[in-house]
């Protein structure tokens, strides 16, 4: 059963634009979401976090929101570079847990 | 600083064989993480350690087994190896408390069982 769900497996996006990816999630206890960049022949790098305390977090061109009622998040890259093009995935947890769920990803290209 | 560090970076085994796979967390990191990636799926969950104790197991079957060792390093055991279990698997540390925490991966050992 997947418990947090990328709809999207591919986009593609203009330079300069704005890249946003969305995930669902099933589980109201989770409460710590991620959000992580992948290149080939790599392990996944950690972009941004965000707890369920907060609707929304940025750090320099990414922002992640969060809507716990309709148990979504989604990242926002901006302006969309194409050193950004890599598969994105969230991963979420309790803030109790040992474990993080992650999304099936999705493969952003941003076109020069 | 050095990040999490994985050996081998690939492997081959055959069907039946045993392998080892070793992790090195980041250093202040006492929680190793292990996933387990197979193409066009996220990482799942195998085993978190923490303090030397195991502190959760994925849903895997008991030919997989691992442990961390007093310096935090951790190693990931397979038996009985599947053709199934050719896959990424990826080590993460965490830190410096069991949770609340971001996973900070490794580049992976690729298995491949034939």
């Known amino acids: 059963d997947q418990q947090v769900k990328q709809n999207s497996p591919s986009l593609s996006v203009q330079e300069g634009r704005i890249s946003i990816l969305n995930c669902d999630y099933t589980?109201?206890?989770?409460?710590?979401f991620l959000w992580y960049k992948k290149y080939p022949a790599e392990g996944p790098t950690f972009l941004i976090s965000?707890?369920?305390?907060?609707d929304k977090n940025e750090d320099g061109r990414f922002t992640v929101f969060l809507n716990k009622s309709a148990k979504h998040l989604s990242l926002h890259i901006v302006p969309s570079q194409p050193g950004d093009s890599a598969v994105y995935f969230c991963?979420?947890?309790?803030?109790?847990?040992?474990?993080?769920?992650f999304g099936t990803g999705t493969s952003l290209t941003v076109i020069p | 600083d050095a990040g999490v560090t994985q050996s081998p970076t690939h492997l081959i085994k055959t069907r039946g064989q045993q392998v080892t796979l070793r992790c090195s967390p980041i250093?202040?990191?006492?929680?190793v993480s292990w996933y387990q990636q197979v193409l066009g799926q996220g990482p799942q969950f195998i085993f978190q350690?923490?303090?030397?104790?195991?502190?959760g197991r994925g849903n895997f079957p008991d030919r997989f087994s691992a442990r961390q060792f007093p310096n935090y390093s951790s190693e990931l055991n397979v038996n009985a190896l599947l053709l199934g279990d050719s896959a990424l698997y990826l080590c993460?540390?965490?830190?410096?408390?069991?949770?609340?925490?971001?996973?900070?991966f490794g580049n992976g050992t690729r298995l491949t069982v034939t």
């Open positions: 993460a540390s965490s830190g410096p408390g069991q949770t609340n925490s971001p996973l900070h």
């Open positions: 589980n109201s206890m989770f409460d710590y």
């Open positions: 965000i707890s369920s305390i907060k």
């Open positions: 991963a979420a947890s309790s803030l109790a847990g040992n474990q993080f769920y």
């Open positions: 250093s202040g990191h006492k929680s």
């Open positions: 350690y923490y303090e030397k104790e195991e502190r």
